[in-house]
């Protein structure tokens, strides 16, 4: 089993930054694609970031630019430092996992979720 364990989230003013970390620890593969996604009460959770296994990576259209996606392989880690942060981007984030290295911007291909973080972010 893997477990996936959030830190970073926060209460920040619009044009501020926060830094998200997600440690994942037990039986992975080889550098798991990993992703942050976010929802919002009665919407369905969202696609933010991804990274693959070799390091690629994808955003979501709103978030380029200002959010950056970023992995620590010794350390099992993937990172979201958000700048510039929106009131919209207010939201639980969770880290994502999967078995496997390539990415996927669908929360259906993950196999492993943290617990979720708020990230809110005041006008």
């Known amino acids: 089993q893997v477990q996936l364990v959030e830190s970073g989230g926060g209460l920040v003013q619009a044009g501020a930054s926060l830094r998200l970390s997600c440690a994942a620890s037990?039986?992975?593969?080889?550098?798991?694609?990993m992703g942050w996604f976010r929802q919002v009460p009665g919407k369905e959770r969202e696609f933010v970031a991804t990274i693959s296994g070799s390091g690629s990576t994808y955003y979501l259209d709103s978030v380029k630019g200002r959010f950056t996606i970023s992995r620590d392989n010794a350390k099992i880690t993937v990172y979201l430092q958000m700048n510039s942060l929106k009131p919209e981007d207010t939201a639980v984030y969770y880290c994502?996992?999967?078995?496997?290295?390539?990415?996927?911007?669908?929360?259906?291909?993950?196999?492993?979720w943290g617990q979720g973080t708020q990230v809110t972010v005041s006008s």
């Open positions: 994502a996992a999967r078995n496997g290295s390539y990415d996927y911007v669908s929360a259906s291909e993950y196999d492993y």
């Open positions: 037990g039986r992975t593969v080889s550098r798991p694609a």
